[in-house]
Nanobody, 126 residues
Framework: QVQLVESGGGSVQAGGSLRLSCGVS????????LGWFRQAPGKEREGVAT????????YYADSVKGRFTISQDNAKNTLYLQMNSLKPEDTAIYYC???????????????????WGQGTQVTVAS
């Protein structure tokens, strides 16, 4: 049982920054993977970044490497996505998600994630 709630979306100019937050609540699992995904109008959902909840290095889509950073707080109850140097093509609804396991976290496939938040809109103007 994992509950996820995103916040922090909004509208910014190209080159600007936003930080998304995802509240993570669970009474069932201690170990699982966390990730950020996005879906633009008319496009399929795609992975942005993932990491293991227990710690370790993050895994990023090529399109956001060097610009986005995924992290979590010390209590591991909040997942973050720091987005810098935003581009118009970053415009999408952003979702946080969690798996039911942590054996393989270096994946950007939405099908590997069983739990999803409601999404938060990010709009980047040119």
């Amino acid at each position: 049982q994992v509950q996820l709630v995103e916040s922090g979306g909004g509208s910014v100019q190209a080159g600007g920054s936003l930080r998304l937050s995802c509240g993570v609540s669970t009474t069932t699992y201690r170990r699982f993977c966390l990730g950020w995904f996005r879906q633009a109008p008319g496009k399929e959902r795609e992975g942005v970044a993932t990491l293991r909840r227990s710690g370790g290095s993050a895994y990023y889509a090529d399109s956001v490497k060097g610009r986005f950073t995924i992290s979590q707080d010390n209590a591991k109850n909040t997942l973050y996505l720091q987005m810098n140097s935003l581009k118009p093509e970053d415009t999408a609804i952003y979702y946080c998600a969690a798996t039911d396991y942590d054996g393989y976290c270096r994946t950007l496939s939405p099908t590997d994630f069983a739990h999803w938040g409601q999404g938060t809109q990010v709009t980047v103007a040119s």
